[in-house]
């Protein structure tokens, strides 16, 4: 029998976590100004964020439901149909629909504001990455409703929704263990340019989440005295779910992602040749800009040496190798702004990124900052930009070409203090 909307309304809680998790679901679109636009892989991360909270209410919620069936007064709609577990069903499918539905929606929003077009992690592994978030949230629906069938309405509610916040540390990426694990859903608040998806991981977390979840709802139950309790097959089902999900971080794939460290193929332009990825396309103008005005001033002014033959930008995973290459990566704030500042380009442009020595993870030694900060200085100032010197932390001077064609002779051979 389909139960109408407005009958589910009146006598669920499940469909009416769908408006609260609408508002969760704006307010994390709306954060941090958008910064995941144009990284498919980061824009369906990003949305699992809200996850984090939208889980565990959404278990309360169908735990007080599921509670609700169970109670004299209301058992009888269980008892009186040929599957009793069908009205459990039902009540969980009205709490999980209606938030998969919300969910779903700000995620397909984010890929068409964000304009993603081309990601490289490929727009099949994206959907099954959304699609597990899905899974995710019937778990937590599963979870809840199991719990509540055992308990009444506010123990229930209270019981299911601490599981499913204590769930995240366990079972996430809250835990910080490196090891598969269940609810690593995403929650991305940096870039995730540089990796690809895991699909080995991806297919394993689907199937261990429809697994749990089916068991989770489809437990065998007897009623004794009007409650409903658990038949020995049905204790034997949710020992077997409980122990998949134990067993799984020590068998199942280890990482979430794999590096994929490719270079950018969206270049434009000749002396220097610039190359962004697709992804960042909305930066080329403020970037391009701001490299072709450099390049005037230090051409102009006899500086040709500061200028690369290449730039690239960086990756998370992907750094330039080659000494007439600069590399570039994207600020955290042009995320949010869409533009890098001049001083921003310029830092970027005089570091030896393609030096091995910059990523051992010992910082370097002040005469190397000494170099590379008189580099900067002397590039801004070409550009009209006005400096203190001695606002620098280590002493900084206006070099000469000559002295700018050491520097980057020694950088050539990664001699960076020279």
């Known amino acids: 029998m389909r139960v109408p909307i407005a009958f589910a309304l009146r006598t669920l809680v499940g469909p009416w976590i769908a408006v609260p998790a609408a508002v969760l679901e704006v307010a994390n679109f709306f954060q941090r100004g958008l910064p995941w636009r144009g990284e498919g892989l980061w824009t369906v991360d ?7 909270i939208i889980g565990p209410v959404c278990a309360g919620a169908a735990a007080v439901d599921a509670s609700r069936l169970s109670r004299p007064g209301n058992i009888h709609l269980v008892l009186a149909t040929p599957r ?31 304009g993603v077009r081309q990601p490289s992690t490929g727009w099949g592994w994206l959907a099954a990455a959304a699609l597990i978030q899905c899974a995710a949230i019937i778990w937590y629906v599963a979870l809840g409703s199991a719990i509540g069938r055992f308990a009444p309405p506010a123990v229930a509610g209270i019981a299911a929704a601490g599981t499913g916040f204590a769930t995240i540390y366990l079972l996430g990426e809250g835990g910080g263990h490196d090891r598969f694990e269940l609810l690593a859903l995403g929650g991305a608040t940096v870039s995730r340019l540089g990796y690809v998806y895991n699909g080995g991981y991806l297919v394993a977390q689907l ?18 005295s009007g409650f409903a309790v ?19 971080p020590f068998l199942l794939p280890a990482s979430r992602l794999e590096a994929s460290p490719a270079p950018p193929l969206r270049c434009s332009g000749t002396s220097p040749e610039v190359c962004l990825y697709s992804e ?80 051992t993870g010992e910082p370097p030694t002040d005469a190397y900052w000494e170099r590379e900060m ?42 960076l203090a020279g």
């Open 46 to 52: 990003w949305f699992a964020i809200a996850l984090f």
């Open 84 to 114: 009793p577990t069908l009205p459990y069903l039902r009540a969980a499918a009205w709490c999980a629909g209606p938030v998969v539905a919300v969910h779903l929606l700000a995620i397909v929003t984010g890929m068409i504001v964000g």
């Open 207 to 224: 199937g261990v989440l429809v697994v749990t979840a089916a068991s989770f709802l489809l437990i065998p139950l007897r009623h004794r």
């Open 230 to 248: 658990p038949t020995a097959a049905g204790s034997l089902l949710t020992a077997a779910a409980l122990g998949v999900i134990a067993v799984a």
């Open 280 to 359: 960042h396309e909305r930066f080329a103008t403020s970037v391009n800009g701001k490299i072709k005005i450099l390049v005037r001033a230090a051409v102009k002014g006899g500086y040709p040496e500061l200028v690369p033959k290449r730039v690239e930008e960086i990756s998370r995973t992907y750094r330039v190798t080659a000494p007439e290459t600069a590399g570039i990566e994207v600020a955290d704030d042009t995320y949010v702004s869409g533009r890098m500042s001049l001083e921003e380009v310029v830092t970027e442009l005089v570091r030896p990124l393609h030096c091995s020595e910059l990523y």
């Open 374 to 415: 008189s580099l900067y200085a002397t590039w801004l100032r070409l550009a009209g930009v006005k400096l203190d010197l001695n606002d620098f932390p280590v002493p900084v001077r206006i070099l000469t070409p000559e002295q700018v064609a050491e520097i980057k002779s020694d950088y050539a051979r990664c001699d």
